[in-house]
């Protein structure tokens, strides 16, 4: 797998990026809602639940008809054998109405890839998966620039537009949707948990261990590299602090690791003063919660003051556009979080994700769709694999089968299971699990780090006693 899409993939931590700024939402309720229709039928509907496998009993398959599943036939998915061809859904049947909520035209951040991913992967839902037993799934998205009256607006728009369950996308000010969204009872999928609300509801779920994943993994590793002290350093706003303290320390300490943290203003742009702190410590390790614009000067600071211990930087600072920035000798000691399959595990069922992910964003996104899109679209298609084991997609439907998800198949990721108790406090996180790599050369090489998954919900568990 090339660097790119490894970058691209390798953490949700990436709305680090969007919370550099703010903290406070902005006055204002204006929303703007997007309704995506479905595209035209190509094929005759199916009636029998959407499915990877040939349609034997129904249709033939059509063989190479240019499809993004005709490229991979018979290769193994995270949901089974990929299909010789493409089964439209039925456009004539009612749609199904998924809602989405993502921050955009904010100078605070702006997230457009997670929508355009998202549009493109109900795009090939509709066109090749076969719908949702053949019935075409309706994308109504609404976008907020960090408000949380918008927030609660566009919550609002979606209940009224029928929504069964709504995406999130990057909601820095998702405390304004959530509570509408429970009392209605309409799950939110979180592409990536940004608030602490998000990340202690019942009626959430997300397949990303975010932060806080990466923490855990990061301190499992450094322990298991013989390092007996590690430092945590993480912007000083309750997202980060508290996997960091909570999670990510509390399982060094259990480990038997000296910890020391190092919180730092969310608006710094100066980071000498915080590897000084660092490199004042005297740890083995250090973990720095930082993304975008902070990668590059952090990775040179801790070259630059001789820093000889573990270095662990979330996986949004491996894309490529940041590591050009860096020598090769400097990357080269950095290790990043991931939350895709093991490297070099050709056995993972869902080790074709990452191929077929960038075929239907080259086929169908509208816009740019890589980057942290991928989460968003990994979202999107753990929800369609739900759906399809429903005979009728309703609220209370789509919550009460997340929650009984054991080990369910995941795309680009770790098995689910959805049953608010993998990781204590955080409720909503369903595969918290990470995988550890590194960047060793200007060759695009990805050079895995961690011994498969790092089990993320077990370590916690030990740390609990």
Not at 183 to 203: K, W
């Amino acid at each position: 797998m090339g660097r790119t899409a490894f970058g691209a993939l390798a953490s949700a931590a990436v709305l680090l990026a969007g919370l550099a700024a703010c903290t406070e939402g902005s006055a204002g309720t204006d929303s703007t809602v997007v309704s995506t229709s479905p595209p035209a039928a190509t094929e005759p509907a199916t009636t029998e639940p959407a499915t990877t496998e040939p349609a034997a009993e129904t249709t033939a398959p059509v063989i190479d008809d240019g499809s993004v599943l005709a490229q991979f036939a018979g290769q193994q998915w995270a949901f089974g054998t990929v299909a010789d061809g493409a089964t439209a859904a039925d456009t004539s049947a009612e749609p199904i109405v998924i809602g989405m909520i993502n921050q955009e035209n904010s100078p605070v951040g702006s997230f457009p890839e997670l929508r355009f991913a998202v549009d493109a992967a109900i795009t090939w839902i509709n066109t090749e998966l076969g719908g949702v037993n053949g019935r075409p799934i309706r994308l109504e998205t609404c976008i907020t620039s960090f408000s949380v009256e918008q927030s609660q607006a566009c919550a609002q728009e979606l209940v009224q537009q029928g929504a069964v369950a709504v995406i999130s996308g990057i909601d820095i000010t998702s405390t304004g949707s959530l509570p509408v969204l429970e009392q209605n009872g309409i799950p939110m999928i979180s592409a990536i948990p940004t608030t602490l609300a998000e990340y202690r509801s019942t009626n959430v779920f997300s397949f990303s261990g975010c932060v806080t994943g990466a923490y855990v993994a990061f301190a499992a590793d450094a322990h298991a590299k013989g390092a007996t002290s590690i430092a945590f350093a993480y912007g000083d706003f309750e997202s980060f602090s508290v996997p960091a303290t909570e999670y990510g320390a509390r399982v060094a300490e259990s480990l038997g690791m000296e910890v020391t943290l190092v919180p730092f203003p969310i608006t710094t742009t100066d980071f000498l003063p915080v590897v000084q702190s660092i490199i004042d410590s005297g740890a083995d390790a250090v973990t720095i919660g930082a993304a975008d614009t902070a990668c590059v000067p952090v990775m040179t600071i801790l070259h630059d003051f001789g820093y000889d211990g573990l270095q662990y930087l979330v996986g949004a600072c491996a894309a490529e556009e940041i590591l050009k920035q860096v020598p090769d000798d400097i990357q080269a000691g950095v290790v990043f979080n991931s939350e895709g399959p093991p490297i070099d595990d050709d056995a993972t069922p869902s080790a074709l994700d990452g191929e077929l992910f960038q075929a239907v964003i080259d086929r169908y996104a509208t816009g740019p769709g890589g980057g942290a899109g991928t989460v968003s679209f990994r979202a999107m298609l753990n929800l369609w694999s739900v759906l399809t084991t429903l005979d009728e997609p309703t609220p209370a439907g789509i919550a009460t089968a997340m929650r009984a998800t054991v080990n369910a198949p995941s795309f680009w990721g770790h098995p689910f299971t959805c049953d608010t108790k993998q990781v204590p406090g955080f409720p909503a996180l369903c595969s918290p699990q990470q995988t550890l790599f590194r960047l060793p050369d200007d060759t695009g090489t990805v050079e895995g780090v961690s011994d498969g998954w790092i089990d993320v919900p077990a370590l916690l568990a030990d740390a609990a006693g």
